[in-house]
């Protein structure tokens, strides 16, 4: 286990600088391992926030050209390539040169399938760290600052030289530890506490599903488990979409909301648009709350009184007497 703290805490990673420029990668994911201190379970397939720790990760690195899953096969979120050390156990030094045999990027992103808060900024910043330096690997620090090879950035032609001498040297990869790796690379190092944690114990997978229903969390953690469920890569502005329904609650009726914000999610996809298509359908849509909510709030025109019982009606929905009273 890798030990979790809140964002925030001494070791949480800082943010990725604006406007960095992507780098192109690929990516491979290790997730065959035995777990044997969650008593044999399937790791990968244990959920955290209704999605399973692999799909977790492949989320992250959905940016990735090729990924590449070491592991045998299963249904996932994402489309992968499925690769598998040989022999099947024969450690993460093994499995990653299984992985790395089908990638064609310089650059590699090496994770294991456990890292529940992964995502796509700190891919980003490691991969943005490699590409700027001398570095042959970018490798995050826990929350006590140890080293973590399995969630990092490598340089694949730099990997592969150093897999080669050790196969040449040792007869094959399996069974070395990845520090035999790690050791004959000129390294780099990132520290965040949370992007770290992984999940090795069921009190980890207990933290995992804590953490994210925090209040600060489970509205981010809730929008990106339904977009990956829904197959929607689309990133659109929260804030703008909560404002919008805020204001057809309250200028309309409360059951407005939740239908204004679909239909402004239909109108956008009809238009084939991205970003800039749900901007516009929100401002037309808030345009509109905001029109009635002050339609609504308008004091009557001055003038004479008028009968406000509906006609044909005294209010009460009784139909009055066709005859006078005699």
Same mark, same amino acid.
């Given at each position: 286990m890798t030990a979790y703290r809140p964002p925030g805490?001494?070791?949480?990673?800082?943010?990725?600088?604006? &406007?960095?420029?992507?780098?192109?990668?690929?990516?491979?994911?290790?997730?065959g391992g035995a777990a044997r201190r969650l008593g044999?379970?399937?790791k990968p397939g244990l959920r955290v926030g209704g999605r399973a720790l692999l799909d977790r990760v492949?989320?992250?690195?959905?940016?990735?050209?090729?990924?590449? /899953?070491?592991?045998?096969?299963?249904?996932?979120?994402?489309? /992968? $390539?499925? @690769?598998?050390e040989d022999p099947?156990?024969? &450690?993460?030094?093994?499995? #990653?040169?299984a992985g790395l045999r089908h990638t064609t990027a310089e650059h590699v992103l090496v994770v294991s399938a456990d890292l529940? #808060?992964?995502?796509?900024? /700190?891919? &980003?910043?490691?991969?943005?760290e490699l590409a700027s330096g001398p570095a042959d690997a970018v490798l995050l620090t826990d929350a006590e600052g140890r080293d973590q090879p399995l969630v990092a950035a490598y340089r694949a032609g730099a990997v592969r030289r150093v897999l080669a001498g050790l196969s040449d040297e040792r007869g094959g990869l399996a069974g070395l530890p990845l520090r035999r790796l790690t050791a004959a690379l000129h390294l780099s190092r990132v520290p965040d506490a949370v992007a770290s944690f992984d999940c090795d114990t069921w009190d980890d997978i207990a933290t995992a599903r804590a953490r994210i229903r925090e209040h600060g969390h489970v509205l981010d953690e809730w929008i990106s488990a339904a977009k990956d469920e829904l197959g929607i890569d689309l990133d659109v502005d929260i804030t703008l979409l909560l404002d919008l329904a805020r204001d057809a609650a309250h200028g309309v009726a409360r059951p407005a909301a939740p239908l204004t914000t679909f239909l402004v999610?239909?109108?956008? &996809?009809?238009?084939?648009g991205g970003?800039?298509?749900? @901007?516009?359908?929100?401002?037309?849509?808030?345009?509109?709350?905001?029109?009635? @909510?002050?339609e609504a709030a308008?004091?009557?025109?001055?003038?004479?009184?008028?009968?406000? $019982?509906?006609?044909g009606g005294d209010g009460t929905g009784a139909r009055p007497d066709s005859q006078p009273d005699v």
């Open positions: 805490d001494p070791g949480a990673g800082p943010a990725p600088a604006p &406007g960095t420029a992507a780098v192109a990668y690929d990516a491979v994911v290790l997730a044999g379970a399937d492949l989320a992250a690195a959905a940016g990735a050209n090729t990924t590449v /899953v070491v592991a045998d096969p299963r249904p996932t979120a994402r489309p /992968v $390539v499925w @690769a598998r099947p156990g024969g &450690g993460p030094l093994a499995a #990653f040169a529940p #808060f992964l995502d796509a900024a /700190v891919v &980003g910043r490691l991969l943005a999610g239909y109108a956008a &996809g009809r238009a084939a970003p800039e298509a749900v @901007a516009e359908a929100v401002r037309k849509a808030e345009a509109l709350a905001l029109r009635w @909510a002050e308008e004091p009557a025109p001055p003038g004479p009184a008028t009968n406000t $019982v509906p006609p």
